[in-house]
């Protein structure tokens, strides 16, 4: 029980330990590339001389790097610099080895810019795929977000998850004078938004399916209180503060019940709320702690962290049946289970003999693969694509973000300028 109290409740004071001023945007630092990646150049877009706030063909690359699937060929190695299809000479690419290419153009509109891309496949020496995108006066990095998500669908055949956003904990201070703070931002950091600013700390952001809303818990009053905030309009409801924990609100799927961690009845357990009525449905009753609830892609089950064994392990619980199985079983300690979007692995912090990592285990056959390397991870949070987990990390005395593609191969870190960010959540869709 110690364990898990832990996990959730005095980590409130460790996580936030020795902080800086933090800032809100993030910067990305890759950390490891993946073999498997395929070569591709993204070559700069033309923009009739006119100086850009934005280079749209850097965005897309870093964007495509950040994956884990693409190896960008660095532009001082470009013989050549095409911006539209026509141009291309597919000999000079393919004595490089690249197998895609794309090109572009920006220009200046009335009301914003006009962007003009094309991906090109070397080998089979076509055009795959062609678009204008119209992009507003302060929206290039969005409009080269857009392009990245179609450049990777139509090569992966995976949705792209660029467009996506993500939301993260920040403080700065120390001691007494600590100031929480909850931003938004762009998938790859740029662009953050605060959305709450407090003097106590923060928990457990969770994204609405419609990417709307944030449930989080806020520790503003005398015991820790559930919230459920509009991210665009600010306004802001408390939907449980009963006595004792209100804690890992989890939204389900069709948006309309919130899972929950409560301790009004005694020990912790899981509840679910029904967020227009407020009723409070039980899912959990018995004398060990049962917090970090999850939902299952189809709504029909739940996961939960739960020291029934003796030490925290996952569980699933069945909404039809009722019925309780235990999911993890290699090591004394997992926790934070996420389900991906697919329904067939769970996301994890697993404990080995290096400290704390977040792993990957596969519902059907139950084998389990450590993904990070660093020895103190936590809050695993998947991308709605399935492809890349995000989670909070250390990085010498600071707490950063780190984010690990799904087999381990890629990965790559977000720190703030200066002091510690944690408590990531990453969007789903949002179109």
Do not use: C
Not at 143 to 156: L, N, W
Not at 196 to 219: K, Q
Not at 266 to 288: A, H, K
Not at 377 to 396: H, K, L, R, W, Y
Request: glycine content about 10%.
């Amino acid at each position: 029980m110690k364990a898990l109290m832990t996990t959730w409740l005095s980590a409130v004071l460790l996580m936030f330990g020795a902080l800086a001023h933090a800032q809100a945007d993030l910067t990305i630092e890759i950390t490891r590339g993946s073999d498997r990646a395929t070569p591709i150049a993204i070559v700069p877009f033309a923009a009739d001389g006119e100086s850009l706030p934005e280079d749209v063909a850097q965005i897309i690359s870093d964007d495509l790097q950040r994956s884990g699937y693409f190896e960008p060929l660095p532009r001082e190695a470009m013989y050549d610099r095409p911006s539209s299809g026509d141009q291309v000479r597919y000999g000079q690419w393919n004595a490089l080895d690249v197998r895609y290419l794309v090109v572009g153009q920006v220009s200046r509109g009335t009301d914003g810019y006009r962007i003009r891309y094309e991906l090109m496949d070397v080998s089979g020496q076509r055009r795959m795929i062609g678009e204008n995108v119209s992009a507003g006066s302060n929206e290039l990095r969005g409009g080269a977000h857009y392009i990245s998500d179609q450049i990777f669908e139509a090569i992966t055949g995976i949705r792209g998850a660029f467009s996506t956003r993500i939301a993260y904990v920040t403080a700065q201070g120390t001691d007494q004078d600590m100031q929480f703070a909850l931003y938004v931002a762009d998938a790859d950091g740029h662009n953050s938004q605060q959305v709450l600013s407090s003097r106590e700390p923060i928990l457990s952001p969770a994204w609405s399916p419609d990417g709307r809303r944030l449930a989080y818990v806020s520790f503003e009053t005398e015991r820790p209180a559930i919230y459920v905030q509009d991210v665009n309009t600010g306004q802001r409801t408390s939907i449980a503060s009963f006595e004792g924990i209100n804690g890992a609100p989890a939204w389900s799927p069709d948006g309309r019940r919130l899972a929950m961690t409560l301790s009004k009845d005694g020990q912790p357990d899981i509840y679910v709320m029904d967020v227009g009525s407020r009723n409070l449905e039980r899912i959990t009753n018995n004398s060990s702690i049962d917090t970090e609830p999850s939902w299952a892609p189809d709504g029909r089950s739940l996961i939960f962290t739960s020291d029934r064994s003796g030490g925290p392990q996952i569980y699933r619980y069945s909404l039809g049946s009722g019925q309780t199985e235990r999911l993890t079983f290699t090591g004394n300690y997992n926790a934070r289970g996420r389900i991906s979007p697919d329904g067939e692995s769970l996301f994890l912090v697993h404990r080995s003999n290096n400290g704390y990592q977040v792993a990957r285990q596969d519902l059907g056959s139950g084998r389990l693969v450590v993904l990070s390397d660093s020895r103190w991870d936590e809050s695993p949070s998947v991308a709605p694509n399935g492809t890349m987990v995000i989670f909070a990390t250390q990085q010498g005395n600071s707490g950063v973000l780190g984010a690990v593609s799904a087999d381990g191969r890629a990965s790559y870190r977000l720190p703030s300028a200066r002091g510690d960010v944690r408590e990531p959540a990453w969007s789903p869709f949002l179109n």
